[in-house]
């Protein structure tokens, strides 16, 4: 492995001294790579950090606001832009249907979009690239977007020397990793926005996230200084800077292709092994995998103990699986990470005790809860998981669905360049809002008569069990329920009158997938045929408008699909079919989502090593063809294939899918033997293919 830290230290030896260091290594904490261990992403690299060592074991005594940001960030004293204000010319990204480009359309920045007329461009005229790389909810791309983007002497630099490209990495998750896993191995850290700078041949050399527009008084350079100097180097040093980005090219295609370990063949004992992994992990005081200054709710992880809690084999086992999950269902349910208004959740907490959210609200987090709260309800019979279904369902219908019946991505964190400003109150808001006895109740049952949790702010929250706060109030949980359930909605009628943030209107099939799964297990465990015909509807839609001739398509927005589907688009829709299938045990589900498999063995299978590619056969060249095996916030394309392989084998007579599917998990055990903790959805694959087998005999 090329030792990628020695070639980011050559780099800013190149680009004017360590200076060029101090941000270009700041990175915005992020889930990418989920629970994949740094080793996967090379030798120096460092894989996501959704997780942390603070070792605290009591709450600190204030609660800081969202920070996921560059630590020194908030430094920076340029005052942000109001995005919809100071329109100017339109540049190409103007012809683009993703919102998050849409929304660099009016930038001075002649912005290409990732594609073959930007990529010629640099080649023929022999430029840099500036490869910028964010997505809709994210607050710190809003940020550089203001701050840098409608800059107009850093945009009067950037278009005379570098040809710009803006990719949202939820349409391009492919030109996302590759670059991302670039970053990764040169500065030990990632995130977004991804700024990167590249050869005119595509090849990465030097690299941050978030930079600040001009220069600060702790030394850090500005945006303008980094670009200034990345095209000084290029102009007397084009012969050195060159085969620094081959190596790391090559760093990244070493750590993107190579299969570590040794396989062994599946069997039951690995599951024992991610158990114990997550055991190691697991905050028993508060729920969940992490003990630092984040935490994800990491459906896959809850997916697993799912899995674990019926089927293990031991009562023992049972019993520490559904330990861990219900704690961690229970606290994320009291905590600020769930919308107490509106429903559903958002993404992650700045703090290990759910308290405070950063606010943005992702599709793929609320399709994957609902199916795990719903299960989870099947299981435990807890009125709570109940309730909580019934509102991320209510929210999802009613503010993430568009008319055709798709799903859409995600709701941003922040309003007019405040982060939380939609969903925050001060507590004169809601005394203004109720008569004095219902804000009595709410204050004293969600925490508003307690010091504020969010700078001056709060954010509604349990600070309890509802059973625990019926017992101090001398009331049922139902009559709690009862006085509480007309209170909430009047203060969500309320906060429906705030300027809305941002929704990010791209329907993507993967995505969509997720939800289809997510309302088809709630309306089976919950009894709901509601929930069944939204989840149809959403199907209909997606085999109607996002397949063209048997083949799939990433997105659609504003009537147009585009892009080739990635693996994890068929697996994730299959596995949604499937859900549909199992609540109804209509044929036509079944039938569609083995047509579905055909197409994706014909496109993503690999005939030499078995798995399946993250792009099919015919997608453009990258630097590298990678296979995903590690779960992140959305589970791995071929732990997921494998998992429908087995189902499709057993429901619909395909014997021969056993064997694909073994031959995909032959692929995935070496690393689990690696990391089990990091692949619990490949574990849950291996026990589900065992049974297969065994009842294939």
């Known amino acids: 492995m090329v030792r990628a830290v020695w070639l980011r230290r050559i780099a800013i030896a190149l680009l004017g001294g360590s200076a060029l260091a101090v941000c270009g290594s700041c990175g915005v904490s992020t889930e990418s790579g989920g629970n994949a261990p740094a080793a996967e992403q090379g030798d120096d690299a460092a894989g996501g950090t959704d997780t942390g060592d603070s070792g605290q074991t009591q709450p600190p005594s204030d609660v800081k606001p969202p920070d996921a940001k560059p630590a020194d960030a908030e430094q920076s004293d340029a005052e942000p832009a109001d995005v919809t204000a100071g329109k100017g010319k ?17 930038n001075p920045v002649d912005w290409y979009p990732w594609g073959e007329e930007a990529l010629a461009k640099a080649k023929k005229e022999g430029k840099l690239i500036f490869l910028s790389v964010g997505y809709s909810s994210c607050y710190w791309c809003h940020v550089m977007e203001r701050e840098s983007f409608m800059d107009d002497e850093i945009a009067k630099f950037l278009n005379e020397h570098f040809v710009c490209i803006k990719v949202d990495r939820e349409e391009r998750p492919d030109v996302d990793e590759i670059y991302m896993t670039a970053v990764q191995l040169m500065n030990r850290s990632g995130g977004w926005p991804l700024s990167m700078f590249l050869t005119p041949d595509a090849k990465p050399f030097f690299g941050g996230t978030y930079f600040p527009p001009r220069d600060r008084e702790d030394g850090a350079p500005g945006f303008l200084t980094v670009i200034s100097r990345i095209h000084d180097a290029w102009g007397k040093d084009k012969d050195k800077i060159e085969p620094i980005a081959t190596r790391l090219s090559d760093a990244v295609k070493e750590a993107l292709e190579t299969q570590r370990g040794i396989g062994v063949p599946p069997n039951i004992e690995m599951l ?87 606010f943005e609200k992702m599709l793929y987090d609320n399709a994957q809860l609902a199916s795990v709260y719903a299960e989870a309800f099947a299981l435990t019979g807890s009125a709570e998981y109940h309730r909580v279904v019934d509102e991320l369902v209510a929210f999802v219908l009613r503010e993430m669905t568009d008319s055709t019946g798709g799903f859409y991505a995600a709701l941003d964190a922040e309003t007019d360049a405040v982060e939380g400003k939609f969903y925050v109150w001060t507590r004169a808001e809601i005394e203004a809002a109720l008569a004095k006895e219902e804000y009595a109740v709410f204050a004293a049952v969600y925490g508003i008569d307690r010091e504020p949790n969010f700078e001056e702010h709060y954010v ?42 941002l929704t990010d209107t791209k329907i993507l099939t993967g995505w969509n997938g997720q939800m289809i799964r997510g ?17 149809d509807a959403a199907a209909t839609f997606v085999l109607s408008n996002l397949r063209r001739d048997g083949r799939l398509l990433r ?87 494998a998992r429908n392989l087995v189902y499709l084998a057993r429901q619909a007579g395909k014997k021969d899918y056993l064997d694909r599917a073994d031959k995909t998990l032959a692929t ?21 293919f065992l049974a297969a087998k065994a009842d294939a005999k």
């Open 90 to 106: 339109a540049n190409r990204l103007a012809k683009e249907s993703s919102p998050y480009l849409l929304l660099h359309a009016h």
């Open 272 to 358: 024992a092994e991610v158990q114990a992994g997550m055991a190691e992990h697991f905050d028993a005081d508060n729920g969940g995998f992490a003990l630092g200054a984040t935490k994800f709710p990491s459906p896959p992880n809850l997916v697993f103990l799912l899995h674990q809690a019926r089927h293990a084999a031991d009562d023992a086992t049972k019993s520490a699986a559904l330990k861990m999950l219900t704690a961690t269902l229970d606290k994320m349910a009291q905590g600020g990470l769930r919308d107490h208004l509106g429903g559903g959740f958002h993404r992650y907490t700045v703090d290990r005790y759910w308290r405070v959210p950063h």
């Open 460 to 501: 509604p929250q349990l600070a309890k069990s509802r059973e625990e706060i019926a017992k101090d109030r001398g009331v049922s949980v139902d009559e709690l329920e009862k006085s509480l359930a007309p209170i909430r909605a009047k203060l969500l009628a309320e906060r429906a009158k705030r300027k809305r943030p």
């Open 519 to 535: 309302l088809a297990d709630a309306g089976r465990c919950l009894k709901n045929d509601g929930y069944l015909k939204a989840a």
């Open 555 to 641: 997105t659609h927005t504003a009537g147009e699909a585009k892009l080739n589907a990635y693996l994890e688009d068929y697996a994730l829709l299959v596995d949604g079919l499937i859900a549909l299938h199992q609540a109804t045990g209509e044929e036509r589900y079944l039938r569609e989502a083995d047509a579905l498999t055909a197409k994706q063995i014909e496109l993503f299978w690999d005939e030499k090593n078995g798995g399946f590619y993250f792009t099919s056969a015919d997608h453009e060249e990258l630097i590298a063809k990678r296979k995903d095996a590690f779960d992140g916030p959305i589970p791995a394309g071929n732990a997921v294939a």
């Open 668 to 688: 995935l055990t070496p690393r689990l033997s690696q990391s089990a903790a990091s692949l619990p959805t490949a574990a849950v694959a291996i026990a589900e």
